[in-house]
């Protein structure tokens, strides 16, 4: 319990001063015109109250991530309260908050237009493309998923599991295109922040049972925490380094935030509220974080990391609804299902969105006609729909989505962190190296060490040799970083 009251404290503290520090090193003006007006086109850039931008910008980063991902950390021991905590202050939200503070400079550029500017034109190119692979990828994966879930709360009610599924599909489909091609604020800006609250509110609920029941938590000075801290995945032990940094992303860092923050970029009315709209989301989704992966931690001591009746681990979903269910009643079950059902579908659409305003920026073909959204929309839905067809035939399909998803979207990161320490080495901003060059070197040993120690869809090297290649890649990028 003292672990997670220090951890708690640590990422509140974290925003009003290391917040305050970057925004300070970073210059908001309150005095520079925002992209919402002076490129104001009622359908992308319009002009959003903060409260709004805060609350649309924490839903679009957070979704499910922070309540599967610090589940699935939770397995490594409070170990994973320490990535939290650090991740959070000092990569996660320093990242988020700069890359929609530098689209913000540059008119709401998209991340790779960003990323293309400072690393070069080819890179551009291929971030242009990964990135949109990258967010097609998420809109399948959050299509079959909340089907899958409401297709088994309703299949009672319809008969016919296939149809019942198959009928979310295309109903949650549905919403995404007309979500996508719709202005920001007809549909995003009236739901989103209901359902923010909703997240924020179970994440209280929970936080307030742990403190005032106060189950008994494993302390960070407990026997193994460190020296033992691996995770059983697919019937073998797995190292802490980098497994647990792969599997907490959102809840962290995550590349994946970096892709949204251009969203709100277009809509905030002012700088200096650039603070609490994206450090402070970030923040936020950390605390969420941090609460699930105590409870989880608490599950999985009382219940084991497999569950027995099957023999298989517990997922994600699995977890949050009982632990939902069983600390906060009925109201728990209803916040459970928005959580594990309706916030993916919140991924889902702005990712979708995202992934046409970036390659409208790569095309130069403006948003502002609808006939000009539907130009980029119905061949990238085509596409979306494909991927999602093939995941669901393929009795594989969905876990593959989702392997390679969490590695391509802390690979997303490494990009975005290396072009920010461009941008503020170019700018004689201070402390940069401090702020972006570390966090960036520390996620390129993550990333290429579990790439190359993966067995399955990876190289399958030797472990200690993956983590010496890691850290010399890491290097080489800060040389050529500080050259260029």
């Known amino acids: 319990m003292i672990s997670f009251v220090i951890a708690l404290l640590a990422l509140v503290i974290g925003y009003f001063t290391y917040g305050a520090f970057v925004s300070k090193v970073f210059g908001a003006d309150g005095s520079r015109q925002t992209p919402c007006y002076t490129h104001q086109d009622g359908v992308d850039y319009i002009p959003m109250p903060t409260w709004k931008v805060y609350m649309i910008q924490f839903l679009n980063i957070a979704g499910v991530g922070p309540i599967f991902g610090a589940i699935m950390g939770a397995q490594f021991g409070t170990a994973s309260y320490l990535w939290i905590v650090l991740g959070t202050i000092f990569a996660g939200a320093t990242h988020d908050y700069l890359a929609a503070m530098i689209s913000l400079r540059q008119d709401g550029a998209s991340l790779s237009e960003i990323i293309g500017t400072y690393l070069g034109k080819k890179i551009r190119v291929v971030m242009s493309i990964f990135m949109v692979v990258l967010l097609v990828l998420v809109g399948a994966v959050f299509t079959s998923s909340p089907a899958s879930i409401l297709g088994a709360m309703t299949k009672d009610l319809v008969g016919n599991d296939s149809l019942n599924l198959y009928g979310w599909i295309v109903v949650i489909f549905v919403y995404y295109i007309v979500a996508t091609l719709c202005p920001v604020d007809k549909i995003i800006g009236k739901i989103y922040p209901f359902f923010a609250f909703c997240l924020i509110f179970m994440a209280v609920g929970i936080g307030c049972y742990i403190l005032v029941k106060q189950p008994t938590l494993t302390e960070w000075w407990d026997d193994g925490t460190f020296v033992n801290g691996k995770w059983m995945a697919e019937g073998h032990l797995t190292h802490l380094f980098p497994m647990m940094f792969i599997s907490i992303a959102c809840g962290a860092i995550s590349g994946f935030h970096a892709t949204q923050s251009p969203l709100m970029a277009r809509c905030i009315k002012n700088e200096r509220m650039g603070r609490p709209c994206f450090y402070g989301a970030m923040v936020t989704e950390g605390?969420?974080?941090?609460?699930?992966?105590?409870?989880?931690?608490?599950?999985?001591?009382?219940?084991?990391?497999?569950?027995?009746?099957?023999?298989?681990?517990?997922?994600?979903?699995?977890?949050?609804?009982?632990?939902?269910?069983?600390?906060?009643?009925?109201?728990?079950?209803?916040?459970?299902?928005?959580?594990?059902?309706?916030?993916?579908i919140s991924s889902g659409d702005t990712a979708l969105r995202s992934a046409r305003l970036i390659i409208a920026d790569f095309l130069h073909v403006e948003q502002k006609s609808m006939r000009s959204r539907l130009l980029i929309a119905v061949p990238m839905f085509v596409v979306t729909a494909a991927i999602l067809i093939w995941s669901m035939t393929d009795k594989n399909g969905f876990g593959m989505l989702w392997?390679?998803?969490?590695?391509?979207?802390?690979?997303?990161?490494?990009f975005t962190l290396w072009a920010i320490t461009i941008y503020l080495k170019r700018n004689k901003t201070g402390f940069w190296y401090v702020m972006t060059l570390l966090p960036a070197m520390f996620m390129?040993?993550?990333?290429?060490?579990?790439?190359?120690?993966?067995?399955?869809?990876?190289?399958?090297?030797?472990?200690?040799?993956?983590?010496?290649?890691?850290v010399v890649l890491a290097c080489v990028c800060a040389g050529l970083a500080m050259k260029k």
């Open 287 to 344: 605390i969420v974080a941090l609460v699930w992966a105590a409870a989880a931690t608490y599950f999985f001591n009382e219940h084991g990391l497999v569950n027995e009746a099957t023999g298989k681990g517990y997922d994600g979903g699995t977890v949050a609804t009982l632990i939902s269910k069983n600390w906060l009643g009925w109201l728990g079950g209803i916040l459970a299902l928005i959580g594990v059902a309706v916030a993916p």
């Open 403 to 414: 392997r390679y998803f969490g590695w391509s979207n802390q690979l997303l990161s490494v």
């Open 444 to 470: 390129t040993t993550v990333c290429s060490s579990f790439i190359l120690m993966l067995e399955k869809g990876g190289l399958g090297l030797d472990y200690t040799v993956s983590i010496v290649i890691g």
